[in-house]
Nanobody
Framework: VQLQAWGGLVQPGGSLRLSCAAS????????MRWHRQAPGKQRELVAA???????NYADSVKGRFTISRDSARDTVYLQMNSLRPEDTAVYYC???????????????WGQGTQVTVSS
């Protein structure tokens, strides 16, 4: 199973949408999440979304970021608005999924994508 995400460079106050698609032998995808890690800091949870569409966000991004998913395509999105320099980090997508009905759920991680907010 692989998760691939795409980021980019944006100016302060701008917007960017991250996408992350899971591929491979997948039976069911459960919760999907975005994390981020800034230089010199620990990795932190940014947002999460369940199969039923319930979401939660880090306080630092509430009102600015929106997580969504396309379950038919095993894809999760992160719409980021009003970006700030402190949002600069490597963003990682994460999916808790099952590869077959006979296996337990497990966590899979994407390789990380750089998001830089700078003028």
């Amino acid at each position: 199973v692989q998760l691939q995400a795409w980021g980019g460079l944006v100016q302060p106050g701008g917007s960017l949408r991250l996408s992350c698609a899971a591929s491979g032998y997948i039976f069911r995808v459960n919760v999907m999440r975005w994390h981020r890690q800034a230089p010199g800091k620990q990795r932190e949870l940014v947002a999460a979304i369940t199969t039923d569409g319930y979401t939660n966000y880090a306080d630092s991004v509430k009102g600015r970021f929106t997580i969504s998913r396309d379950s038919a395509r095993d894809t999760v999105y992160l719409q980021m608005n009003s970006l700030r320099p402190e949002d600069t980090a490597v963003y990682y997508c994460n999916a808790n999924l099952r590869t077959s009905p006979y296996r337990l759920n497990d966590d899979y991680w994407g390789q990380g994508t750089q998001v830089t907010v700078s003028s």
